[in-house]
């Protein structure tokens, strides 16, 4: 969708390495969340954030990490906690809290993978 | 435990068919729902959301779906199939409660075939 920008579009990771999946968005949304995506899986929720400099878990959390510093930004670090990393990852924003369950603007994604 | 399923993993139609595909939740609140559709490589687009009212809602696209409770279902539905058609489609629902974030299902894929 316009107005999300995500970065890259493909990210390759080495054993061991800490990586970071940037998400940019200029919808001026409150809501912003990260989705991982396997084939065959849907969409599991990894963290997302309602307002800035807070966040929460989702359904998958462990050995991911986000910081929202600016309304704008919510990068994603894969850490080496994760060991599965290879996947689709989707940003995706909501106009706030206020309005939870009203519609989602998607990011066109990064696609991770292992070396 | 809240959920969604799409019991049809991948679906073939013929160009110009009509299609249906299903979703079924569960959700222990009054459910929001969307239908949302990804083309290979992308991020998601909103096809249609149901809230409230009408229990037939129109979407983009020539897409439509209705919300039966007594079924815990919210199909999606197009009478005439075109070749762009072709892409992911993913059911979701959630509470419309501050905090809470939208499950989806596990997709389900359409081919076209002419």
């Known amino acids: 969708d316009g107005g999300i920008t995500q970065s890259p579009k493909y990210l390759f990771r080495k054993e061991g390495q800490n990586v970071t999946l940037s998400c940019e968005q200029n919808l001026n949304h409150d809501a912003m969340y990260w989705y991982r995506q396997d084939p065959g899986q849907g969409l599991r929720l990894i963290y997302y954030s309602q307002i800035v400099n807070d966040f929460q878990k989702g359904d998958i959390a462990e050995g991911y990490s986000v910081s929202r510093e600016k309304k704008e930004s919510f990068p994603l670090t894969v850490t080496s906690a994760q060991k599965n990393p290879t996947a689709f990852y989707l940003c995706?924003?909501?106009?706030?809290?206020?309005?939870?369950?009203?519609?989602?603007?998607f990011g066109s994604g990064t696609q991770l993978s292992v070396l | 435990a809240q959920s969604v399923t799409q019991p049809d993993i991948h679906i073939t139609v013929s160009e110009g068919a009509s299609l249906e595909l299903r979703c079924n939740y569960s959700y222990g609140a009054t459910p929001y729902l969307f239908w949302y559709v990804q083309s290979p490589g992308q991020g998601l687009q909103l096809l249609l959301k149901?809230?409230?009212?009408?229990?037939l809602v129109q979407g983009i696209k020539g897409f439509e779906a209705e919300f039966k409770r007594s079924q815990s279902s919210f199909n999606l539905r197009k009478p005439s199939v075109h070749w762009s058609d072709a892409a992911e489609y993913f059911c979701a629902v959630g509470g419309g409660q501050a905090g809470t974030a939208l499950i989806f299902g596990k997709g389900t894929t359409l081919s076209v075939s002419s």
């Open positions: 149901y809230f409230s009212g009408d229990t």
């Open positions: 995706a924003t909501q106009l706030g809290v206020s309005t939870t369950n009203e519609k989602l603007f």
